[in-house]
C-alpha cells in the first residue's frame, strides 16, 4: 500500500470547516483513501473512503485531486467533538492484493477544534 | 455501539502472566484484525484471520498468539507479560471479501491492558 503524509497538527475553531490534507504520491490505479479517526482512547472510527470522485456522507467530504497524488477531508462545521487523531490511509483493493486486508496506520493528524 | 465486541475492557495483571483477549466481529464478517497501541503510539498491526485461518503477520511478538473459532470470535493470548506489553488492544472486522469496499472495517473500543 502507498505511503501516506499528513501535518503532524492542526488546530480549527468551532464551527468553521476543518481541512485535513493527506499527500499519497505513490497511490497506484486500484488504492482507495481512507480516513479513521481516534478519539483519545477509543477505536478508531470510520469516516469516509472513495477511489478517484469526490465523496460525501453525513461526517464528511472527501476530496480526491485529479492525478489522485493528494486529498483534504473536510469536516464542514467542525465541534469540540471532533477534536481527534485523523488517519489518512491508503489501501489496494485488486484482486492481486491478496486476502491481507489490514489497514496500515500512520502517525495522523491530530485535530484540535478550539472554542 | 460499532457492533465489534472487545472484552475484558480492562485487565490489570502481574509481569510474567498470561493473558486472554476475547472480539467478536461484527455479524457477517469473516475477517478479524488486532492492533496493539502503546501509550503515545500508533496504531500497530499485529495479525489478522479470514474464516479461522490465519492470513497476514505484523509486528506480532512470538509470546504472543491469536486463533478464530468456527463461531468466527477471535482470542488474542499474550504470555510471559513484560511491562512494555501494557497497551490498548484493538480488535477490528470486516468482511473480509470484496464487500469490504462496501462495509469496511469496523473497530472495537479496545482492551486496556496493564501490566504491573
Known amino acids: 500500500d502507498a505511503k501516506t503524509t499528513q501535518p503532524t497538527s492542526m488546530d480549527c475553531a468551532e464551527g468553521r470547516a476543518a481541512n485535513l490534507p493527506c499527500n499519497h504520491s505513490?497511490?497506484?490505479?486500484?488504492?482507495?483513501v481512507y480516513w479513521y479517526r481516534q478519539i483519545h482512547s477509543q477505536g478508531p472510527q470510520y469516516i469516509i473512503h472513495g477511489l478517484k470522485n469526490n465523496e460525501t456522507n453525513e461526517m464528511a467530504s472527501l476530496i480526491i485531486t485529479e492525478d489522485r497524488k493528494s486529498s483534504t477531508l473536510i469536516l464542514p462545521h467542525a465541534t469540540l467533538r471532533d477534536t481527534a487523531v485523523y488517519y489518512c490511509i491508503v489501501r489496494d483493493h485488486s484482486p492481486s492484493s491478496g486476502s491481507a486486508r489490514q489497514l496500515t496506520f500512520g502517525s495522523g493528524t491530530q485535530l484540535t477544534v478550539l472554542p | 455501539d460499532s457492533g465489534v465486541t472487545q472484552t475484558p475492557k480492562h485487565l490489570i495483571t502481574a509481569t510474567g502472566q498470561r493473558v486472554t483477549l476475547r472480539c467478536s466481529p461484527r455479524s457477517g464478517d469473516l475477517s478479524v484484525y488486532w492492533y496493539q497501541q502503546s501509550l503515545d503510539q500508533g496504531l500497530q498491526f499485529l495479525i489478522q484471520y479470514y474464516n479461522g485461518e490465519e492470513r497476514a503477520k505484523g509486528n506480532i511478538l512470538e509470546r504472543f498468539s491469536a486463533q478464530q473459532f468456527p463461531d468466527l470470535h477471535s482470542e488474542l493470548n499474550l504470555s510471559s507479560l513484560e511491562l512494555g506489553d501494557s497497551a490498548l488492544y484493538f480488535c477490528a472486522s470486516s468482511p473480509g471479501t470484496g464487500l469490504t469496499l462496501l462495509y469496511g472495517y469496523t473497530f472495537g473500543s479496545g482492551t486496556r491492558l496493564t501490566v504491573v
Open positions: 505513490t497511490i497506484s490505479g486500484n488504492e482507495y
